[in-house]
């Protein structure tokens, strides 16, 4: 799809777009950062420097202080806020600086090269930054190049018949990178490269279909009243999306309300396509007790007597749970519910679209639609939208209602 056909105002219903297309350039815009920085690791005293391509280690004034091309041979320290650069065989020191120290690509085509931090490569910059508590290494990059690493992860590997949905991905990671970066203007990173934020895995991650589908949509975001949206997105909505109170504390936003994803004129859920558009899971009682008392809210646990489910919310999903503990009563309430009923892996409860079934004698037993937190975009409705033609405007005003499309410079 060009990307005259995705700036395309709408107004009007599904598929359909009302009034004149307007080329990118006359979309309105919006002042916004260009660049973003993203952590990638972290060390409490020190973290070494360097990669597998030649680099170079320059200060905040622009100073060479060391090349190289391979790991371990430097190493950035931290003394409260200020950093320095050691050689690591012969213990050499750069003066301690308030200023960050930054690995940037060698040699003779610098500007094509990439630099590298456990083995995985990327483009821009590293940023070494220190805080009160650690030192940080940050990617620092144009946004476009970062949303390389971070659309097909996020999205997963698509194909042509896709690509709608791929670039109404690309404007909803966009859009929340930018609020993201306009929000770290008090600190010294923007946002992190773990599913916190978003998915982000540099050069490695990029593929043909996403990046044509970020240059299709470049600089393109979801802007409502005059201000870019965050617009949050999961994998499945398992029939209707969420309003982002009925998940997480807080007031919600105009253009975050549960909307339907039925497919017009049938009883069946566009994301229905997914994998884990209905799942189930179960626990014993002694299952219940070891998983529940994991948690936060259920640290010290050794028994449970009953399960209640406490409601539902306007979309259906299970409002909480209070559980009847040795220790009192526990009450696990939307997002966290998820969190608190974690396996012993890690893997969190694919989503709170979910009616609970408590036994005495056979313990719990959840059967579920959905996963993710069901706010915003569903990629999985966004993908079998795009299949049956629909285009990427069309996909984000389903998703996020009374949003419109506008550039960022």
Same mark, same amino acid.
């Given at each position: 799809?060009?990307?005259?056909?995705?700036?395309?105002?709408?107004?009007?219903?599904?598929?359909?777009?009302?009034?004149?297309?307007?080329?990118?350039?006359?979309?309105?815009?919006?002042?916004?950062?260009?660049?973003?920085?993203?952590?990638?690791?972290?060390?409490?005293?020190?973290?070494?420097?360097?990669?597998?391509?030649?680099?170079?280690?320059?200060?905040?004034?622009?100073?060479?202080?060391?090349?190289?091309?391979?790991?371990?041979?430097?190493?950035?320290?931290?003394?409260?806020?200020?950093?320095?650069?050691?050689?690591?065989?012969?213990?050499?020191?750069?003066?301690?600086?308030?200023?960050?120290?930054?690995?940037?690509?060698?040699?003779?085509?610098?500007?094509?090269?990439?630099?590298?931090?456990?083995?995985?490569?990327?483009?821009?910059?590293?940023?070494?930054?220190?805080?009160?508590?650690?030192?940080?290494?940050?990617?620092?990059?144009?946004?476009?190049?970062?949303?390389?690493?971070?659309?097909?992860? /996020? %999205?997963? #590997? *698509?194909? +042509?018949? @896709? =690509?709608?949905?791929?670039?109404?991905?690309?404007? !909803?990671?966009?859009?929340?990178?930018?609020?993201?970066?306009?929000?770290?203007?008090?600190?010294?990173?923007?946002?992190?490269?773990?599913?916190?934020?978003?998915?982000?895995?540099?050069?490695?991650?990029?593929?043909?279909?996403?990046?044509?589908?970020?240059?299709?949509?470049?600089?393109?975001?979801?802007?409502?009243?005059?201000?870019?949206?965050?617009?949050?997105?999961?994998?499945?909505?398992?029939?209707?999306?969420?309003?982002?109170?009925?998940?997480?504390?807080?007031?919600?936003?105009?253009?975050?309300?549960?909307?339907?994803?039925?497919?017009?004129?049938?009883?069946?859920?566009?994301? /229905? %396509?997914? #994998? *884990?558009? +209905?799942? @189930? =899971?179960?626990?014993?009682?002694?299952?219940?007790? !070891?998983?529940?008392?994991?948690?936060?809210?259920?640290?010290?646990?050794?028994?449970?007597?009953?399960?209640?489910?406490?409601?539902?919310?306007?979309?259906?999903?299970?409002?909480?749970?209070?559980?009847?503990?040795?220790?009192?009563?526990?009450?696990?309430?939307?997002?966290?519910?998820?969190?608190?009923?974690?396996?012993?892996?890690?893997?969190?409860?694919?989503?709170?679209?979910?009616?609970?079934?408590?036994?005495?004698?056979?313990?719990?037993?959840?059967?579920?639609?959905?996963?993710?937190?069901?706010?915003?975009?569903?990629?999985?409705?966004?993908?079998?939208?795009?299949?049956?033609?629909?285009?990427?405007?069309?996909?984000?005003?389903?998703?996020?209602?009374?949003?419109?499309?506008?550039?960022?410079?």
């Amino acid at each position: 799809m060009k990307a005259v056909a995705i700036a395309l105002l709408l107004v009007g219903g599904a598929g359909h777009a009302r009034g004149r297309p307007q080329p990118p350039s006359q979309l309105p815009t919006i002042r916004a950062p260009r660049e973003v920085r993203v952590v990638l690791g972290s060390g409490a005293a020190s973290l070494g420097v360097g990669g597998s391509a030649p680099w170079r280690l320059v200060d905040a004034w622009g100073r060479v202080h060391a090349r190289g091309s391979r790991a371990g041979e430097w190493r950035i320290e931290r003394d409260g806020r200020r950093l320095r650069a050691v050689q690591v065989p012969t213990g050499r020191a750069t003066a301690w600086s308030d200023e960050p120290f930054a690995v940037q690509a060698d040699g003779d085509d610098a500007s094509s090269s990439r630099v590298s931090w456990e083995a995985r490569r990327y483009r821009g910059e590293l940023r070494y930054l220190a805080t009160d508590t650690a030192v940080l290494v940050a990617n620092v990059l144009p946004i476009e190049e970062y949303l390389r690493g971070v659309v097909p992860l /996020e %999205i997963g #590997p *698509r194909g +042509s018949a @896709e =690509r709608a949905a791929v670039e109404a991905q690309a404007i !909803a990671a966009r859009s929340y990178t930018v609020v993201r970066a306009l929000e770290g203007v008090t600190r010294a990173w923007d946002l992190t490269s773990r599913p916190v934020d978003q998915v982000y895995g540099g050069v490695d991650a990029e593929s043909a279909v996403a990046n044509a589908a970020i240059a299709a949509t470049e600089g393109i975001v979801l802007s409502y009243r005059g201000q870019v949206v965050r617009a949050p997105y999961h994998s499945t909505c398992g029939g209707t999306t969420a309003a982002p109170e009925e998940v997480f504390a807080g007031v919600g936003e105009g253009y975050l309300r549960s909307v339907s994803d039925r497919v017009p004129g049938t009883d069946r859920a566009w994301c /229905e %396509i997914s #994998p *884990r558009y +209905s799942w @189930e =899971r179960k626990w014993s009682r002694e299952e219940l007790v !070891a998983t529940v008392a994991r948690s936060t809210e259920g640290k010290g646990i050794h028994a449970i007597h009953g399960v209640d489910m406490t409601g539902s919310t306007a979309s259906g999903r299970l409002a909480g749970l209070r559980l009847s503990t040795d220790r009192g009563t526990i009450q696990l309430r939307g997002n966290a519910l998820r969190f608190a009923l974690a396996n012993v892996g890690g893997e969190i409860l694919p989503s709170t679209y979910v009616s609970a079934h408590w036994s005495a004698t056979q313990g719990l037993t959840l059967r579920g639609r959905g996963n993710g937190h069901g706010v915003g975009m569903c990629q999985w409705g966004a993908i079998a939208r795009a299949r049956a033609g629909y285009d990427a405007a069309t996909i984000l005003l389903a998703y996020y209602p009374g949003t419109t499309l506008s550039r960022v410079h």
